[in-house]
């Protein structure tokens, strides 16, 4: 059956013309479908007879919606349940940031992981299997069909999706099939920039290339540790790709005038967090290139980590900054609801009292 979340112009068209239905509607279908609209019942300038059949001719809607939860600066996550396919019956979680100005959907691309970096929630979780490209675009239509059904107070949010990140669960690059499938959707049907897309990896260099050469979306990494030894323990897929080959594979990314790659440092407390570790990025980074986005630590159960103090946190970044690196911080965004980066985890079960209702 053609899944309706990436069904392109053309696709529709054809599965119309084979069933006798006029392929003009294709457009129509596909309008509601780019606003979040997947359920043929309210399309409403489809006639009657046509939404029936949409529904037995197309793949609507591969999720079902098992709990919203929303965060007191309005972060919403969502859990969800895989309704067909190789992962049914499997949950996954996605996010949406409100900012004033701008929108963002944390997005899942594997159920768990396999890569088990040990300061990581999804890591813990058992890996069950990849999400196809269409249950990956399903999140972000989800998304925006909540946003219009209940919108967010305007001082939050600007209630609309402008920008996505591939930062949920999984390892995006370990799941390239189904990640590659749904940029095609979210570039060439969803009409999102490549500018407002990025991608956040643990570093598996073939994968970066092939990204680089058919999609080059801006790209994150989970640095963590820029000396191997130290790496080989936070971040394992490094055994197997070390920090000299990311390092050349880096160099080589497409970047826009202007763009920079993010390289992710999560701050554990005298684990990544020393002067020596300063010297290590100082000698790792590519200042031309690269910028340092330090985050929070934040703890969840299946970890003993202790994130660094806010204020070493800021002297971390001050030293990193005089070295001639350009460094932020990350304002971590829905930690009190488990929505926050690494703590997504769709295994535990959602605390009753947070829940609200799809
Ligand atoms: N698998 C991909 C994308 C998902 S993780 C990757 O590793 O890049 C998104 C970001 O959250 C990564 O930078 C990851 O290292 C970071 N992260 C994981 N666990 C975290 C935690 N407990 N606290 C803060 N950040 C964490
Ligand atoms: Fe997987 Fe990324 Fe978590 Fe590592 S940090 S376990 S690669 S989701």
Known sequence: MTPLATASLAELRTLLDQ???????????????????????????????????????????????ITRQQSADGTRKYLLQLDQGKCIGKRVECVFIPEPERGTVCISSQVGCTLDCPFC????????????????????????????????PVSLSANRVSHIVF????????????????LKTLLDQLNISRRRITLSTSGLVHGITRLGAKYPVN????????????????????????????????????????????????????????????????????RGRERVNLIHYNPHPASDFTGS???????????LTNRGIRTTVRRSRGDDIAAACGQLNSSTPTAPENAAPA
């Open 309 to 319: 103090s806010s204020d070493h946190i800021n002297t971390f970044a001050a030293a």
């Open 219 to 286: 790209l994150a990494i989970s640095l963590h540790a820029a000396n191997d030894a130290l790496r080989d323990q936070l971040v394992p897929i490094n055994r197997t790709f070390p920090l000299a080959q990311l390092r050349q594979v880096l160099d080589n990314y497409p970047l826009p005038a202007q763009r920079h790659i993010t390289l992710e440092y999560v701050m554990l407390a005298g684990v990544n967090d020393r002067e020596e570790d300063i010297a290590a990025l100082a000698r790792f980074v590519n």
């Open 121 to 152: 929630c999804t890591g813990s979780q058992p890996f069950d299997g990849n999400l196809a490209g269409h249950e990956i675009v399903a999140q972000v239509l989800m998304v925006m069909a909540d946003l219009r059904r209940d919108p967010l």
């Open 167 to 182: 930062m949920g669960q999984g390892e995006p690059m370990s799941n390239e099939k189904g990640v590659h499938d749904t």
């Open 19 to 65: 069933h006798g239905a006029p392929a003009f509607r294709a457009q129509q279908i596909l309008d509601w479908r780019n606003k979040g609209v997947v359920n043929p019942e309210e399309m409403r300038n489809i006639p009657n007879a046509l939404r029936e059949k949409l529904a037995e001719w197309c793949l609507c809607d591969p999720l079902t919606l």
